[in-house]
Nanobody
Framework: QVQMVESGGGLVQAGGSLRLSCAAPGRTFTMGWFRQASGKEREFVAA?????????YYADSVKGRFTISRDNAKNTAYLQMNSVQPEDTAVYYCAIGGPAWGQRPGSSPPDYWGQGTQVTVSS
């Protein structure tokens, strides 16, 4: 079992910004986030590989607004969320996976899930 430490989240007004972080000490994986809004299925948001220059992947709905990055020395990934909208309201789950998941992170579930953090965007 991989121990992940998630932080960030909370309440923000539409058009504002928020940053999520996820730390997985001692591990180098592809890291990312999924989100699940009330009454909807969990969906992929973004991911970043742990090697190869840190390739990034985004859902179309967040491209140009969200930026994923990582600090490999800390094995921590960050999701900078800008220009958030009410439709971004959801529980955001940190996701971690090995090389197989990392090849297509938006197309399959990860190997490990975080506990999730609530993001609420008010209009």
């Amino acid at each position: 079992q991989v121990q992940m430490v998630e932080s960030g989240g909370g309440l923000v007004q539409a058009g504002g910004s928020l940053r999520l972080s996820c730390a997985a000490p001692g591990r180098t994986f592809t890291m990312g986030w999924f989100r699940q809004a009330s009454g909807k299925e969990r969906e992929f948001v973004a991911a970043i590989s742990g090697s190869g220059g840190g390739s990034t992947y985004y859902a179309d709905s967040v491209k140009g607004r969200f930026t994923i990055s990582r600090d490999n020395a800390k094995n921590t990934a960050y999701l900078q969320m800008n220009s958030v909208q009410p439709e971004d309201t959801a529980v955001y789950y940190c996701a971690i996976g090995g090389p197989a998941w990392g090849q297509r992170p938006g197309s399959s579930p990860p190997d490990y899930w975080g506990q999730g953090t609530q993001v609420t965007v008010s209009s």
